[in-house]
């Protein structure tokens, strides 16, 4: 048998902010681990992941340069695509989502983004407009893929696409330094910072800005509907960089969004690394999306927890817990019982 690791088995705290919200008096207690099996390739540092129809799980990892396909239960079931440039391959991804039909989207290369069959052979390879790295993407149920990347030109981050043909449709979301209505920032300093994350709510496009962090939710088509200040009162001023010639040296804010996923309660999770006194640590906050209230806060992992998926009642965390990387499934839970 496949000796489990010794994890931690539950969030430090749990407080619930809002009681009348529509989620509730909620606790979340971890039922599952990705990545903690003897009997499985371990997880790189850097992972991002999506749960499918069916309750397939979709793992990118970062350091190995694969997708994996794990079971419901955790179970390793192979890979998906491989390193290279042809049909069915890929360079650098970082994101994957799955759209209603089960396809699968690999992105992260500045040019294409990869899209497979729900069995994993290869369908067919979407250009995109921009020459950033991707950092997000999701495909609605009308056919719609949003890709987020920094483009320079127009300073938007949401680009809009037909999952389908690959039809480039236009582009929306300010970036950071267009947001702050700032002329000043070096753009080598808004190249690398000029990321965030996207879901989908209803007929809605929600997106955070990693920093100053800010969860914004859009029509379809680019109209912005609300705006959420995610903990940005306690950003602290933005730390300067040192800039020497081409290359730059950055360090990070005291705060820094750490992913984001909106749940069937009509609730957006978001992730955020916090740095207080020179202790680093980081949180998971849950935002009502109707009335834009922050409902309830927990503590995460010591190292970071970055949010990669919510459905069905369960959370899907990314985070390092005794050293080891893994992708921790917590059920919500009512905690007032």
Known sequence: ????????????????????????????????????????????????????????????????????????DGRWLGNVGRLGEGPGEFQSPKVVCVDASGRIYVGGHPSWVEVFEADGTPSHRIQLVTQDSVSSIAVDSEGFLFVVSFDLTTETMIHRYDARTGDYLGSFGDS?????????????????????????????????????????????????????????????????????????????????????AVSDEDVVWCGLYMKRGGTESSVIDAYDLRSGDRVASFAGAEQGSLVQDATQGALWVSEIRDNVPVITEYRLTDSSR
Not at 7 to 15: G, M
Not at 208 to 224: C, F, S
Not at 234 to 244: I, S
């Open 176 to 260: 950071f330094a267009a947001a702050l209505g700032r002329e000043d920032v070096d753009v080598r300093v808004e190249q690398s910072l000029a990321s965030g994350v996207v879901d989908l709510w209803k007929d809605k496009v929600v997106y955070m800005q990693n920093w100053p962090q800010e969860i914004r939710v859009y029509t379809r088509d680019g109209a912005l509907v609300r705006t959420i200040e995610a903990r940005r009162d306690e950003a602290g001023p933005f730390p300067k960089p040192t800039l020497d010639g081409a290359s730059i040296e950055l360090r990070l804010p005291e705060t820094f969004g750490l992913g984001l």
């Open 1 to 72: 048998m496949a000796k489990v690791l010794r994890l931690c088995l539950f969030l430090h705290a749990a407080l619930v902010l809002a009681p009348t919200t529509s989620i509730g008096a909620v606790g979340l207690e971890p039922i599952r681990y990705i990545g903690a099996t003897e009997n499985e390739p371990p997880l790189g540092i850097g992972v991002a992941a999506c749960v499918a129809k069916g309750q397939e799980i979709l793992v990118v990892d970062r350091q190995t340069i694969e997708v994996r396909r794990y079971s419901q």
